[in-house]
């Protein structure tokens, strides 16, 4: 039992050590970072996963147009056929008898192929330069190695009115890799609005917490007012308890908008890539750049510099690729293939390789469907047919684009006004309450109107927050639009050559 009681204290000492210990441990890791709007933007760029998805996305569209002018190029390539053993009984016909016999197979086949091969994306053909050796070993004959040898074959194959998907891939790749080019450079002015949605969200909720905070301090002044007043038989005991009834209230806002401004943060520094020991302290821009934007100007930087007019461009080239493919199918089909070359035979290599005698192969190959029933002739106008729907979608896509773009610029160009009026109203709301709350404690006004005067004041922070934040996030939306920074007067673009290398 003695032991016990001594062991006690000294365990409950231990425990408050560690504790306070860890807390102080914890208070000295939390990070306490302030961030300005563009510090948060350029760190949303840098480093958020948003970003990294961004980057590997247009990666891959790289990759693949790396491919597509790999395609283009001459191939080298080498092929090898080893080690071919075949021991097995075959029949055989005589040429001159007619009559089949039996004969006994005991060989290995080895040959060595390397050839150059070029595709011919004007025309579709393909086009290989080739060298060959071949060895047989015939084990149950009297010449057991036989070697055939091709020094050098030119071949040549041309498909005639065929689809020629290379000399489509021509025109289509080197416009989608500039298409990626665009959504990589959207998808970070988009990452960029979505920072300063997030920063906006976490200033209001800020906000909010201030004036349920201000609103207590005010509310127990006023109260202590009012319960003087009442002693004293100005006001009702009516108006003491709405006063009392606003406190509780006001207290309870509290904890709702420190939950409110914790979310917020939390989603701001998951977005930036932060983990939980960083406090953001964000800075209020102090005004809104003078800017007074042009429709046309922004509607032409927008077909000029994003990805939409190439979208639309590459969906038109698409169903017309469709139609000439379907027509290539119809009617008469027909393929050309010569080979020039040289070749020899001998028991050993060097003979093998003397006195080569040339070879030559020139041929047509016609293919022509009788009866198909209408469905090549039906091919075509069903991709004539998606051809016109495609065209005329994309004509009415135009037609909303532009309606779009035109309604964020006239937003956009209100919005400037309205934060400066915000502004004026929020420091006329602040000098209204203040008034008010001296006419209270003179007993001019009820508290009704001193309540109004507070909520006044509440609303008109609000609202002045969420203009500023309007304007940027409309700004930013404009700039994913046109590609074009209207602050430095310059277009928005990135060093893919860097990109790339990385």
């Known amino acids: ?9 000294c365990f409950v000492l231990t425990m408050t050590f560690l504790f306070f210990f860890q807390n102080g441990l914890y208070g000295q ?44 190029l001459p191939s080298l390539n080498l092929g090898a056929s080893l080690g071919q053993y075949n021991r097995s009984i075959s029949a055989l016909q005589n040429s001159e008898t007619g009559e089949y016999n039996y004969v006994v197979n005991n ?4 040959s060595l192929t390397l050839s150059v091969d070029q595709e011919v994306a004007l025309t579709g053909g393909r086009l290989s330069l080739i060298t060959s050796l071949n060895r047989l070993d015939q084990f149950s004959s009297q010449n057991p190695v036989t070697y055939n040898s091709q020094p050098v074959k030119i071949n040549y194959s041309q498909p005639i009115k065929a689809y020629n998907s290379l000399k489509w891939e021509k025109t289509i790749e080197p416009l989608s890799y500039e298409k990626a080019k665009r959504e990589y450079m959207e998808r970070l002015e988009e990452i960029n609005l979505n920072a300063v949605t997030l920063f906006f969200a976490v200033l209001s909720a800020q906000i909010e917490l201030d004036m349920a905070l201000k609103n207590v301090e005010n509310t127990e002044l006023s109260l202590e007012i009012a319960k003087e007043r009442y002693k004293i038989g100005t006001i009702s005991r009516n108006d ?51 800017l007074n934007l042009l429709y046309q100007d922004v509607y032409n930087r927008s077909i000029k510099n994003s990805s939409y007019a ?65 469905m090549g002739k039906g091919n075509v106008k069903l991709a004539k047919s998606r051809e016109e729907v495609v065209k005329a979608q994309v004509e009415q896509s135009m037609t909303q684009y532009k309606q779009d773009v035109l309604i964020k610029v006239m937003q956009f160009n209100k919005l400037n006004e309205q934060c400066n009026i915000s502004l004026q109203a929020d420091s006329i709301a602040k000098l209204s309450f203040e008034i008010a709350n001296e006419r209270f404690k003179n007993g001019s006004i009820t508290v009704i109107e001193l309540n109004t005067a507070q909520n006044d004041m509440k609303s008109a922070a609000s609202r002045y927050v969420a203009d500023i934040g309007n304007y940027w996030k409309n700004y930013y939306t404009i700039r994913k639009l046109s590609l074009y920074d209207y602050l430095e007067k310059q277009e928005i673009d990135v060093d893919f050559d860097l990109l790339t290398d990385n």
């Open 107 to 110: 060989n290995m086949n080895n």
């Open 310 to 374: 190439l979208q639309n461009e590459l969906l038109v080239l698409n169903a017309e690729q469709s139609v000439a493919q379907a027509k290539s199918t119809t009617g008469l089909q027909a393929n050309f293939f010569a080979n020039f070359g040289l070749n020899q035979r001998g028991k050993n290599l060097s003979i093998a390789y003397s006195n080569p005698m040339d070879q030559e192969v020139i041929g047509l190959s016609l293919s022509l469907p009788i009866l198909d029933w209408g």
């Open 29 to 72: 890791n939390l990070y306490k970072l302030s961030m300005t709007l563009d510090d948060v933007v350029e760190t949303a760029r840098e480093q958020s996963q948003s970003a990294l998805i961004a980057k590997h996305n247009f990666l891959a569209n790289y990759w693949q147009f790396r491919s597509y002018k790999a395609k283009l």
């Open 1 to 9: 039992m003695d032991t016990t009681r001594k062991f006690f204290p």
């Open 240 to 290: 003491v308890l709405s006063l009392n009834l606003r406190l509780v209230n006001s207290r309870l806002d509290i904890g709702d908008r420190e939950l409110d401004l914790e979310l917020a943060k939390l989603n701001l520094r998951t977005y930036l890539g932060f983990n939980e020991n960083t406090d953001i302290e964000l800075i209020l821009p102090e005004s809104t750049p003078e």
